[in-house]
């Protein structure tokens, strides 16, 4: 059990959009987080790497409190949000989410139409006051997430009726359209094809700078082809952050290499 | 011989068969073994046993109960061969009777004799029943013993006594599983039997679109025109099944499933589920005492004092509330399995977008398993029309054709149960009309039911 | 705030007024949808405690009499019995009714007949079986009370009913006790002198009928189509009637007893055996559809390591998938017949509404059950029958509640996790 300082820490940024200390998470007895500090920024897209089982979904999904819905699940330390503590008592879990948007693994379009899946959430946060603001928001995230041209003549056809990879695009444009400032995505491509996966790939940097991105993958190249920082997870432990070409080309620790270089994983 | 002793003599053959023929088995099956001819040896000798003992007592058995049967006839025959029997009168009817109290006589149930021809007739009867008595006996017995020896032969290492056993039971297996078949072939043909003979006296479409109900009219003679008009029923039943009781129990079961299984706590819900459940196992007939002892004048003097007129103490209101009651937890379970069938996923995809508890319910979980809750609230309707003692206890007899929850109205199940409870021939229209709402009542719930099914597998399917 | 400069960015104003307005509501809404469901839950609840508690309230009286202390002087008694050979003959012959009447007028005064159940003088009779010494004697008896008196009593009487009451009150005479005679009697035309007996005997006969076929029918079937039947259009055809069957009403059954088991197969009218049957072809399904989970949650491994060792198909499922199983399908089997023991309406289509005032010695008696019992009293014009029926409401709960008790405890005891 190696304690997080900072010299495994290799980045120190000065003005994070989102930062741990020392975050721990338990599911009952079990612990799945042990200790974890990380700063996250605006700028750049951040990957989180690691064998499956390491923790990495995990501590993502305590960055919008979804681990608030697992009953057993309980969280220690702290998390802050342009500096505000997102598990203290005065952080409202609805507005935290609008501003922490989440991409799930398995695309996850609601049953209804197209229009209606993107509306969801400005319709639920009140963002937009008319009908024609709502069909701009809806254009717009769309468009931001490369799917206009494919669908805008059938907004009304049902969200399911899309292909994965356009199921994927359309859970990214429903979570841009309550224009969050993080948007942490799980997995994203791995229930896709090559072809639907260069496109979200394609789409994350698109969407870089705009938003505070952070990626889950098992997928090492992924990692390597759209961030810039990458954290390597292992056994509920944060084992090193750094700059992505860094942690491929020249990692610090031991466990890292080995991962990079397929020992185990 | 008496009937109970013949089924103990063949018990008692059969267990003599099964011990015999198992000791031979297992003696031939020694021999076998001994000569080294393991392999020949198929069947463990309690499936011999079985084998010889199935046919000493099947075939008896079933000569037994054709006998049962035909000897009836053969000693009237007998009895009427008779000198004795020369002097019954010709006509079938009285004949009948005076045979049927000679028969009393003979077998004990009937002290003396009204009629002394009958008198006369009772020791003919004994003598011709105790003759067919023996008689039956003795062959079932020769039946036991020829089927029991002729297995008995075939007891050999060799012989597959165990396949043939097997192949017996799969037999019974599928005889039983033939027997919802003929329940079914039997409701379906007794119900379009009967209703054909009612469409034969009145017009099906008198029936099924006529506006007025008054049985009683027609068997007091005045005739079956405009007296089994049905559509009274038909709202009736509509009003109280499909619309009171939905409107009390798909807010109640809906929000109560939606509530159990969203929020409260483990230990509320392992309580609070069971609680509500007992509410499907108290018999209707506690539920009918119960509306029309208490909710009825209840409601009654509440119309009243509100100003409502023809308030009846038997109200559509009193009958449908109880009844709504009744289906919560049909209507909340049904619900539990639709929005359990959800996935997860459109849960968390809709809690990340920031949106709260209630919001995710209504907006996605609920429009995403309304296939399935309509599909349990079409089952819950169907059970709700087909109820009736509810509706028998608390809401009343009157055809009425209104709108007036606080009013008396009559189903269809109330009065199948009022035509045929009275004291009635059965070949009356009166009667006979309760097997043609029967089997409106049959078809409808049916279609529901299909229909149901139909919408909530699609569903399912639609998540798998 | 970095990003807050980034390009084509209108970031939402979340401490805005308007936004905190707009979330206060939205959480108001959240309470009330979540409020909405408890109180549907609770309302439910509710109802059945209301339900439960008017019918203790209304029954609980129903177990207890009125009782008349009636001192009877014997040798003063136009009785004529011989204390050395009191038989049954003797004493059905004695006039006992009358000898009642008379005495009671001597020690109530005028109005005795009105105070005293019609059946008061079977307490008489018990009394001199028990001790026939007493014919010598003037003994103090403790007869049932009128239907009258014992609701005044039980506060809810006439004014007149009241006034007699007070009076008896006074002279010490009036006690309450246990009603024994309603557990023991039958049905009758008097409020005072009902039982549920008779109603419970053809319950329980009935109830076996329907278990004796029922059980093995729908077993067999559950084994058949879970373990052998191949599927092919007579096994989907089964299957539907399964399904069909175990959604059709009650009645309808009813109606196919009537026409088929009575008319067509000229069975006994009202009788448990008929009853029993009807119950039966409803009772089926839910055995099969248990039975069928039952069975299909024997893990196939089971199977497979059976049949490995040489196990033939039928030694299989008899020795191995049916003990495993067979928790599971008592289990429905119990529910099936809690199901059964309260159904009314076809037995009402059968006759099993008759008035039964012995109990049934057999399955082809005229007999009724509990559910029609109380179908029959609930109809009862006179007052003092809202208890015996409220009563035996409480029985036949209390038999259900038992079975359902014993489902689910078979249920957790042997629920095992593969």
């Known amino acids: 059990m190696t304690p997080m300082t900072e010299a495994q820490n290799s ?24 200790g974890v500090s990380i700063d996250v920024d605006m700028d750049h ?49 609805v507005q935290l989410r609008a501003r922490v948007g989440m991409v799930f693994q398995k695309p996850n379009p609601f049953p209804k139409s197209i229009y209606e899946n993107i509306a969801y959430g400005p319709r639920i946060h009140g963002l937009a006051a008319a009908k024609a603001d709502l069909d701009v928001v809806v254009e717009k995230s769309l468009r931001r997430a490369g799917l206009w041209e494919e669908v805008k003549d059938r907004l009304h056809d049902s969200g399911t009726a899309l292909s994965g990879g356009q199921q994927q695009r359309l859970c990214i444009g429903r979570a841009i359209a309550v224009e969050p400032e993080v948007i942490l995505m ?37 990692a390597a082809r759209v961030s810039q920082r990458t954290a390597f997870f292992h056994l509920g432990e944060l084992v090193e952050y750094g700059v992505t070409s860094d942690i491929f080309t020249n990692p610090r620790q031991e466990r890292t290499k080995d991962y990079i270089t397929g020992r185990y994983g | 011989m008496t009937g109970p002793a013949i089924l103990l003599l063949l018990a008692g053959l059969g267990a003599i068969a099964w011990v015999s023929a198992r000791t031979r088995a297992l003696r031939l099956q020694t021999v076998a073994r001994a000569s080294g001819r393991r392999d020949a040896v198929h069947s463990l000798p309690g499936y011999h046993g079985w084998y010889v003992a199935l046919w000493t007592l099947i075939p008896a058995a079933i000569f037994l109960a054709v006998w049962a049967n035909v000897a009836p006839g053969l000693v009237t025959q007998s009895v009427l061969s008779d000198p004795a ?85 799969m037999g019974t297996l599928l005889v039983a599983s033939l027997i919802a078949i003929i329940t079914t072939l039997g409701i379906v043909a007794s119900l379009l039997w009967e ?65 159990l299984t969203q929020y409260a706590s483990p230990t509320v819900r392992k309580w609070m589920k069971p609680t509500l459940e007992m509410l499907a196992g108290v018999p209707t007939v506690v539920y009918g005492y119960f509306a029309a002892l208490t909710i009825a004048p209840a409601l009654r003097d509440f119309a009243v004092a509100i100003g409502i007129h023809g308030a009846s103490s038997e109200s559509a209101l009193a009958a449908g509330l109880v009844m709504g009651v009744m289906i919560i937890p049909f209507v909340s379970s049904m619900a539990d399995d639709s929005i359990a069938a959800v996935p997860q996923s459109m849960r968390d995809g809709s809690l990340a977008m920031g949106a709260t508890t209630s919001e995710t319910i209504r907006k996605v979980l609920i429009p995403a398993a309304l296939p399935g809750v309509v599909g349990g609230v079409l089952l819950a309707v169907s059970r709700a029309i087909g109820e009736t003692m509810i509706v028998v206890m608390a809401a009343g007899l009157a055809a009425n054709l209104t709108a007036n ?42 279609l529901l039911n299909i229909v149901a099914l139909r919408v909530v597998k699609k569903y399912r399917e639609a998540y798998e | 705030m970095t990003g807050a400069s980034a390009p084509g960015r209108n970031p939402t104003d979340w401490k805005s007024d308007i936004m905190r307005k707009r979330i206060a509501r939205r959480y108001a809404a959240e309470r009330r949808f979540k409020a909405a469901g408890l109180f549907a839950v609770l309302l439910s609840a509710a109802f059945l405690a209301f339900l439960l508690i008017t019918m203790m309230g209304n029954g609980l009286r129903g177990f207890t009499r009125t009782e008349i202390a009636l001192k009877v002087d014997f040798p003063a008694s136009p009785l004529l019995l011989d204390p050395g050979t009191i038989t049954d003959e003797a004493l059905n012959q004695a006039n006992l009714p009358m000898v009642t009447g008379t005495v009671a007028k001597k020690a109530l005064g005028g109005d005795a007949d009105a105070l005293l159940s019609p059946t008061a003088w079977v307490s008489i009779r018990d009394a001199i079986k ?83 076929l029922s059980f093995p029918i729908g077993v067999a079937t559950a084994l058949y189509l879970e373990e052998y039947a191949r599927k092919n259009w007579l096994t989907d055809i089964i299957e539907v009637s399964i399904n069909n069957l175990a959604a059709v009403p009650s009645i309808i059954f009813g109606l196919l007893g009537l026409s088929i088991f009575l008319n067509f197969l000229s069975l006994p009218r009202s009788a448990a055996l008929v009853g029993g049957m009807t119950l039966a072809l409803m009772t089926m399904p839910v055995i099969v ?70 109990p049934p010695g057999g399955v082809t008696d005229p007999a009724t059950v509990l559910p029609v019992q109380i179908f029959l009293w609930s109809d009862e014009v006179s007052k003092g029958f809202v208890e015996k029926t409220s009563a035996a409401i409480i029985v036949l709960l209390a038999f259900l509640l038992a079975m359902n008790g014993l489902a689910i405890y078979l249920r957790n005891k042997f629920e095992t996790r593969w």
């Open chain 1, 45 to 93: 897209v951040t990957a989180f790497i690691g064998p499956s089982g390491c923790g990495k979904s995990t501590f993502l999904r305590t960055l919008n409190r979804m681990n608030d819905t697992v009953a057993s699940a309980r969280v220690e330390g702290e998390i802050t949000l342009d500096g505000e503590n997102i598990y203290a008592s005065s952080m409202d879990v």
């Open chain 2, 85 to 169: 029997a020369q002097s019954l009168p010709a006509d079938a009817f009285s004949r009948a009777s005076v045979l049927g109290e000679a028969r009393a006589i003979a077998t004990g149930s009937q002290a003396g004799a009204f009629n002394p021809q009958s008198q006369a007739l009772v020791e003919p009867y004994r003598t011709a029943t105790t003759k067919y008595g023996v008689a039956g006996a003795v062959l079932a017995l020769l039946l036991a013993f020829a089927g029991g020896a002729y297995a008995f032969t075939r007891v050999r290492p060799d012989f597959r006594a165990r396949t043939r056993v097997e192949r017996l039971v």
């Open chain 3, 289 to 358: 559809i248990a039975g069928r989970n039952a069975i299909k949650s024997v893990p196939p491994s089971i199977r497979d390591a059976a049949l490995g060792i040489g196990a033939s198909p039928v030694q299989v499922v008899f020795h191995h998938v049916l003990p495993l199983a067979l928790p599971g399908i008592l289990t429905g089997t119990i529910i099936g017949m809690a199901r059964a023991l309260g159904e009314t309406a076809p037995l009402l289509m059968i006759g099993m509404r008759a008035f039964i005032a012995t």
């Open chain 1, 186 to 222: 799980d997995e994203p491509c791995s229930a896709l094809d090559p072809i639907a996966t260069a496109k979200i790939e394609e789409l994350i940097h698109e969407l870089r700078g705009r938003y505070a991105i952070v990626i889950v993958t098992h997928n090492m190249q992924q």
């Open chain 2, 405 to 446: 929850p606080f009013a008396s109205v009559t189903t269809v199940t109330t009065q199948i149960v009022q035509l045929l409870t009275g004291d009635q021939e059965f070949d009356s229209a009166k009667t006979l009309a309760a097997f043609a709402l029967g089997l409106v009542l049959f078809i409808v719930t049916l």
């Open chain 3, 130 to 212: 028990a001790d026939p010494a007493i014919l010598s004697r003037t003994e103090t008896i403790s007869v049932p009370a009128s239907t009258a008196i014992d609701l005044a009593n039980k506060s809810e009487g006439s004014p007149e009913a009241e006034a007699q009451v007070a009076r008896l009150k006074q002279q010490g005479v009036l006690s309450t006790g246990f009603n024994w005679s309603f557990l023991s009697a039958s049905d009758g035309t008097d409020p005072t002198q009902v039982g549920i007996w008779g109603a419970f005997k053809g319950s329980l006969l009935t109830m076996l009928v329907t278990l004796a």
């Open chain 1, 11 to 34: 980045l120190a940024i000065a003005n994070p959009k989102m930062s741990a200390r020392d975050v721990k998470v338990f599911y009952g007895e079990k612990q799945a987080i042990k």
């Open chain 2, 195 to 259: 209703s054909f003979r009612f469409f034969s006296m009145v017009n099906p479409v008198d029936f099924l679109f006529g506006l007025k109900w008054s049985p009683q009219s027609a068997a007091m003679g005045y005739g079956n025109e405009d007296a089994f008009g049905a559509v009274p029923l038909f709202w009736g039943t509509i009003f109280i099944g499909a619309i009171i009781a939905m409107v009390v129990a798909i807010p109640l079961g809906l929000m109560s499933a939606i509530y």
